[in-house]
């Protein structure tokens, strides 16, 4: 599983209230979290806590915003690379 940007399910104002029961265990599967250190929507050390949570790996981005939104964040090659080489320690291809 590559998960881009979680939100915050328990923050003040999270309106997707169907997705407040996410299981905070471990993933039976690969699973890698990749964040952004100022998304407005995650702090970075929540994004840390529920990687740790699933006992996924974990990627800091730097300050790219809500990386699925941010404007100038584009077509966010690195996100590809990253998703690229997470395929590839899998033997997938993508």
């Not at 998304?39 to 050390?45: A, F, R």
């Not at 981005?61 to 809500?66: D, S």
Request: proline letters at 9%; a negative charge; charged letters at 20%.
């Amino acid at each position: 599983m590559f998960l881009v940007a979680p939100p915050n399910f328990n923050r003040e104002g999270f309106s997707a209230r169907s997705f407040t029961d996410i299981p905070e265990v471990p993933m039976p599967y690969p699973t890698l979290v990749v964040a952004s250190t100022n998304d407005p929507y995650c702090t970075i050390d929540v994004a840390k806590r529920l990687a740790g949570a699933w006992e996924a790996g974990f990627i800091s981005v730097g300050e790219r915003g809500h990386i699925a939104t941010e404007p100038g964040n584009g077509s966010w090659e690195e996100g590809w690379h990253l998703l690229e080489a997470f395929a590839a320690g899998l033997r997938v291809q993508i």
